[in-house]
């Protein structure tokens, strides 16, 4: 079955960086987008990067352009979003997601908490 694993949040002072990451298994990675979301308090998750599978395309959104990159490592099944220069703003649980099958399959997510 379809698993997402997502881990490297943390509570972080505002204006560091941590490196968000997702472990997937349960259908062939390499073949499929990945994408990053992220939901704060009292708001709707929001899209905040995806990648495509072929070329490495990346769509970011415009709050977090220049301050986070998205990566993907197909041999290990992995996505990374790292994430720099944060801000309060950027407190939130961020999950990765895959469409596949018509489903949107999500993990359980990862709290990053910028706060001095």
């Known amino acids: 079955q379809v698993q997402l694993v997502e881990s490297g949040g943390s509570l972080v002072q505002p204006g560091g960086s941590l490196r968000l990451a997702c472990a997937a298994s349960?259908?062939?990675?390499?073949?499929?987008?990945m994408s990053w979301y992220r939901q704060a308090p009292g708001k709707e998750r929001e899209l905040v990067v995806s990648?495509?599978?072929?070329?490495?395309?990346?769509n970011y959104a415009y709050s977090v352009k220049g301050r986070f990159t998205i990566s993907r490592a197909n041999a290990k099944n992995t996505v990374y979003l790292q994430v720099d220069n944060l801000k309060p703003e950027d407190t939130a649980v961020y999950y990765c997601t895959v469409h596949l099958n018509s489903n949107d399959f999500w993990g359980q997510g990862t709290q990053v908490t910028v706060s001095s």
């Open positions: 990648i495509s599978s072929a070329n490495y395309i990346t």
């Open positions: 349960g259908f062939t990675f390499s073949n499929y987008a």
